[in-house]
């Protein structure tokens, strides 16, 4: 055996993964091994970089709450991870709020941090939003409500997740990890567990395990093979007819540096930046928020119906999808974007387990899998790698950064127990 | 519009769901179309053609038993469906039975036709059963394990997969439905609600909806769109970006008619044929039953990790998975197979949803899908196919054959409530 745990995917789940298996036993030969030349090239690099807790999910809450405060363990352990609590703020129409007010009261109670916004306190925090769109023929055409009503999420924001992955790998390697890049794992490896040396193996009738996997280097033999390599699980896991639970989706970025922008960091008393909060608009799933690092707004659109399933070597972010879509909409409650080219764009894939939304971690034949976290991979990043640590150590509950526990079972396939999110965007 | 519902897949579940839905109203069109030049050509002709009610889930348990007694009753309306109550024969060792023995006492309370037949009992039935292999080494480098009970459900049995989708066929077309065979559609029409005339559309800000299907005769709009095309959904679904909760797997069966195999139609008192009920091996997953019609053995094997995922056009059966795999097992508890090669061999795919094992009934923006039944979709087909139109209909529960009622969210996705099966095969 070439070592105790094989993990495939350097992207911040994969990483997160051997992280805190290494710190449970540092004695444990761990090699991760990816594709890519470097940690998170695939699509954690291409993220929005928005985290937030304001979930209605008890599950998803834990998972990104008790994240949330590891990263910040992480910056004070002098990983320069650029957490910027920006917030996140949802606009609502005042027929929106209705239908969502319960769950946010539900979120208050639980003690968040959530702050409800008036109009006129909306209106005095972001100048530069327009709530009223009374005689527009246009926004009527588009269907657009009056802006009723801001909710704000205040442990919520924007990091860095290059930075997060660098300092997973960090950590990782400075107990004693070991990392292969430019290693593509070509298929996993399935041997039965009392070999007989007859060809044909393994046959039916035999106990048959995962045992790593062949990688364009050669093969890789381990005790236990974690899977973690976001929407190409399915590469590895079809093969032998294991469940991945996602599908991948197109996800788009749009970057803009303008100085017709200015009034976005010109925003009042939503965060100590004065910059635009992660901003969530109340039609067409379009959201945004500011990159303090460079000045700039980054923006996306969580599009669902008509934007197909399907695994991209290198999806490609399209500028008319911006123009004719997104910015119709978006100049309407921000007019200062009137006229404003995106500087840049890119795309990536988000891996979608369209049955609850929440992340999928299970066991099968000594294949552990960590993965469809459509889209919020990166924000529970932390607490996934536990929970998978706690699965491939045999414990019933992870341990969370702070010590709050989550039952492994949960985010399994058997026994899984996840609630609803009413809070998807 | 060309019609109010479209129905994509003439198998056994759109013809049963096509059938359901023309009975609620006879007035409504609704056009079944299918790649095939007749009914049920997919893998509803490839099918094992089993059926019980002996299920752990309760779920399971409702949809084949008021299937079970709707085909009896297109039995009796004089469709020739060929249902032979056979019987269903598990074997089990005594370390297996121990493990499923409070499953199958909840199935006996629940008032279900169970006999749980000793090791004698067994013998005396099925005398050409071995069931002791002390001193065999072969058998202990099989792995197999005494004979020790044999628990034999009795609403269980074979029917004619053929037979059963032509009866709804006819149904169907006598209340005036109209099928187009031979027309393969292509891709789902997805348009806005109130369209615009601009080019482009639809856009994110638009309310979207399926309307039908682009097939290779032209574009047929509909008011309700029916995906029922088993594992062929997601050459549909996934390029809208919805999902079909199944995965393809290739499953073989392989024919036996042979001398030797006399024994098999010589069992006494597990049903009124003397023949071997659908037989379920304690190892490897193996089973066969009697096929009346031809005096054949028609067996199968659901072999799981280690075969792929794949959507197939025309899968082929492997004599050698048979020879080199199932044969060594098999021959063991049934000497008479020995030297027996297959007379005819086949192979069809199973959508599996390999999160629950239990058919996915959901709509979306228009489209409403039935799928993913996991190999047991024949013989659920009838209750399927009512609950499918109950979803059709915008009703809360479907009343199954026999009066008694589900819950059509049950088998949804936001509120899915399904219990785990331990009878799995």
Request: glycine share 10%; with cysteine; charged share 25%.
């Amino acid at each position: 055996m070439d070592c105790d745990i094989l993990v495939i995917g350097a992207g911040v789940l994969g990483l997160s993964s051997a992280y805190h298996m290494k710190r449970r036993d540092p004695y444990k030969k761990i090699i991760v091994i990816d594709k890519y030349s470097g940690p998170g090239q695939g699509n954690s690099a291409k993220s929005e970089g928005g985290f937030r807790n304001i979930f209605t999910s008890e599950t998803n809450y834990l998972l990104a709450d008790t994240s949330i405060d590891a990263f910040t363990e992480l910056e004070e352990r002098g990983h320069d991870v650029k957490l910027e609590f920006i917030g996140y703020l949802w606009l609502f129409s005042s027929r929106q709020y209705e239908a969502i007010k319960p769950a946010i009261e539900a979120i208050v109670k639980r003690g968040d941090s959530v702050r409800v916004l008036s109009l006129d306190e909306l209106k005095e925090a972001v100048p530069c939003l327009v709530t009223e769109f009374g005689g527009d023929e246009e926004a009527e055409l588009l269907g657009l409500e009056d802006v009723a009503v801001g909710v704000l999420g205040k442990k919520c924001g924007s990091l860095d997740t290059d930075a997060l992955t660098r300092a997973y790998e960090a950590e990782f390697l400075k107990l004693g990890g070991e990392i292969m890049y430019n290693t593509e794992a070509k298929r996993l490896l399935l041997k039965p567990v009392e070999e007989l040396g007859i060809p044909g193996e393994p046959f039916v009738w035999q106990e048959t395990r995962i045992v790593g996997a062949e990688t364009i280097k050669g093969a890789i033999n381990a005790g236990k093979t974690v899977v973690a390599c976001g929407v190409w699980a399915s590469r590895l896991l079809d093969p032998v007819g294991l469940d991945s639970y996602m599908r991948p989706k197109k996800r788009q970025l749009f970057a803009f540096k303008d100085p017709k922008l200015e009034p976005l960091f010109k925003v009042r008393g939503l965060n100590s930046h004065g910059s635009v909060p992660l901003t969530i608009l109340p039609k067409a799933k379009v959201l945004f928020r500011s990159e303090l690092s460079e000045g700039s707004i980054w923006l996306g659109c969580a599009d669902d119906l008509g934007r197909k399933f399907e695994l991209e070597e290198d999806p490609q972010a399209e500028e008319n999808y911006y123009t004719d879509n997104v910015y119709h909409v978006l100049v309407k409650y921000f007019p200062c974007f009137g006229d404003v080219r995106p500087m840049n764009m890119w795309a990536g894939q988000y891996a979608i387990n369209s049955l609850d939304e929440t992340p999928v971690v299970y066991e099968a034949h000594g294949m552990y899998y960590v993965g469809a976290a459509s889209g919020s991979g990166i924000m529970k990043a932390d607490a996934l790698g536990r929970i998978l640590d706690a699965l491939v150590a045999g414990e019933e509950y992870a341990e969370l950064h702070g010590g709050r526990r989550f039952r492994v079972a949960d985010l399994g396939v058997r026994h899984r127990h996840v609630e609803h999110e009413k809070f998807v965007i």
